[in-house]
């Protein structure tokens, strides 16, 4: 788009047909067509890459906190549906994309992903150069910013870069308290399944104790799927309320922010739980607290992992899975105490992966098994959780 009218003092108005803008908090100012909500959003702005799954994507507890630009230029063309979401609200601030927002054509579209944008207060805008922010990003890291949808053309340029600068970073910050259920909960599978006719679940085989910093959905069902009764408790759950289910196994979910934030009430609850004896399955921000809980360290990284494409080493069998990804931290390997084995490794940019502990039946992945979106070739991770549960209990 051309370069905005000049204006003195008063508001700016942005180039024809401008009713939307990403400003960084550089001052960068980015023009396009405003989507969704009326109004403004802030947040750290990262790309996702994967080709599929906006609204899994959209709903996915991780991304509170962040506004999120699709790299894949065609996003909203199957419209949204009540089932392909990952938690009742979506927690992403907003989203940047390439292409004008099309009619859904799909026999399970139910709403239109611009009326389902505004039905949530989610400010979109679309007509950016997404792999131009893209790369950027790639050169500088996630910058923090705003995105303002005004349907008069008029944006107050000024009082945004200053909100915009200010914007708080995603580091230290605790968002996993935000998004975790308020009350322990079993998490349905049967009623689920039926609902949208999935069939049933045969009698459970254990009892999972799932601690919600932020779970997705997916993983739940995962471990309804492979035979597992699941409890999900909210992140605040102390060591005997966990204990007092009686779990078989404890899963440690994923979640947004900061892991390092956490450490006042979840890293202590973890320690407990290796020292217990009990089999323990962490995903992304349970992985990092697990980390945390053994003594290694987590840092911020420059522009992080959100994809359906990351190629992924697991050492235990040699074999390469593509994962589904989405961190903006990661486990510092140096950090990794004796004991603490990295079991996978990123082959896109070597980090961790993967961490096991030696004589424990204790392990957790960086990355998404359950995928939603993404590939399933990580699958085998509930199954390998089942037979460590198994033996256990044996
Ligand atoms: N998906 C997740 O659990 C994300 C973990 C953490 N919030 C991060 O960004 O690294």
């Not at 259920?181 to 009698?203: K, M, N, P």
Request: glycine content about 12%.
């Amino acid at each position: 788009m051309p370069s905005p009218s000049a204006q003195d003092g008063g508001p700016t108005r942005g180039p024809a047909g401008a009713t939307a803008a990403l400003i960084l908090a550089d001052g960068t100012v980015l023009w396009g067509r405003g989507v969704g909500a009326v109004g403004e959003a802030g947040g750290e702005v990262v790309f996702n890459t994967g080709m599929s799954g906006y609204q899994e994507v959209m709903t996915d507890p991780s991304y509170a906190g962040q506004i999120l630009t699709f790299t894949f230029p065609h996003i909203g063309n199957v419209g949204t549906n009540p089932e392909d979401i990952e938690s009742v609200t979506p927690a992403a601030r907003g989203c940047i994309l390439r292409a004008d927002i099309t009619e859904p054509s799909n026999w399970r579209a139910a709403q239109h992903l611009d009326a389902w944008l505004k039905s949530h207060g989610l400010v979109g805008m679309t007509g950016v150069d997404t792999r131009r922010l893209t790369r950027r990003i790639r050169d500088v890291g996630a910058p923090n910013g705003l995105i303002v949808h005004a349907p008069d053309g008029l944006f107050d340029l000024d009082g945004l870069k200053t909100r915009a600068a200010g914007w708080p970073s995603l580091e230290g910050l605790d968002l996993a308290k935000d998004v975790t259920c308020t009350q322990t909960y079993g998490w349905d599978e049967t009623r689920w399944s039926l609902a949208h006719g999935y069939g049933t679940q045969d009698t459970p085989r254990f009892h999972v104790v799932a601690v919600d910093y932020g779970a997705k959905r997916n993983i739940l069902r995962s471990l309804a799927s492979h035979g597992c009764r699941v409890t999900v408790v909210p992140a605040s759950a102390d060591v005997e309320a966990i204990m007092n289910h009686r779990p078989d196994g404890i899963f440690l979910s994923n979640g947004p922010g900061d892991p390092a934030a956490t450490g006042t009430y979840a890293v202590p609850v973890v320690q407990k739980l290796v020292a217990s004896g009990k089999p323990v399955f962490g995903i992304c921000l349970g992985h990092q607290i697990l980390a945390l809980a053994l003594g290694a360290k987590t840092y911020k990284m420059d522009i992080g992992h959100r994809g359906a494409n990351h190629p992924v080493k697991d050492h235990t069998t040699g074999k390469v899975e593509i994962t589904s990804q989405n961190h903006g931290f990661g486990v510092d390997r140096a950090s990794l105490p004796p004991g603490v084995v990295e079991t996978h490794t990123s082959l896109f940019d070597g980090t961790v992966e993967g961490l096991a502990v030696e004589g424990k039946p204790v392990f957790s992945v960086q990355y998404h098994p359950e995928a939603s979106p993404g590939p399933q070739d990580s699958q085998y991770l509930f199954a390998r959780f089942m037979k460590t549960i198994e033996e256990s209990k044996a």
